[in-house]
């Protein structure tokens, strides 16, 4: 991947068996703002953020099978995943996630920008499923991902080649 970015450009790699406590911490990172908010113990919500990340993790790998599944790495060093299904029809952003030292660095906004730029130059739309209340919502409709259903709590988002970003407003 050659991101964008002004920072180093980001690689990727597959993930191995090895890579399953980084991509738990990763998970739980996602999670934190609302594990916060239970009463639980310590050990409680590490043991629920256990299960959700083994379950999650269990239906990507059955229903994505021909999906790629990659580490991020800035230097050399694991900083997200990102996993993606290239289909047909269509490119499915399955999850990309960032540690929270790295997010609102741009990094993602570049990956986000190589991935349309492969869907552009594909002439394939890209879709990613997004929770209302994820911060990343914003970016992606500044990208040009417009809602087209909703899911539950999730909303399939689609980007169309030839879309150009939304401007962004600085008055607030």
Do not use: C
């Amino acid at each position: 991947m050659n991101s964008r970015s002004k920072q180093a450009p980001v690689k990727l790699r597959s993930i191995t068996d090895a890579d399953r406590f980084f991509l738990r911490k990763v998970y739980a990172s996602t999670r934190a703002d609302e594990m916060a908010m239970v009463p639980w113990t310590e050990q409680e919500k590490a043991d629920f953020l256990l299960f959700q990340f083994d379950a999650q993790h269990k239906y990507y790998m059955e229903h994505f099978p021909q999906a790629e599944f990659d580490l991020i790495l800035l230097d050399d060093k694991p900083i997200g995943r990102l996993y993606i299904d290239r289909r047909e029809d269509e490119i499915r952003l399955i999850d990309i996630a960032l540690l929270p030292d790295h997010r609102g660095s741009g990094l993602g906004g570049a990956i986000m920008q190589d991935i349309l730029a492969e869907g552009a130059a594909a002439n394939l739309l890209v879709r990613i499923h997004v929770e209302e209340n994820n911060p990343a919502m914003r970016l992606y409709l500044r990208l040009g991902f417009e809602k087209i259903e909703e899911q539950g709590v999730y909303h399939l988002m689609e980007w169309t080649p030839g879309t150009s970003p939304k401007e962004i407003r600085t008055d607030g």
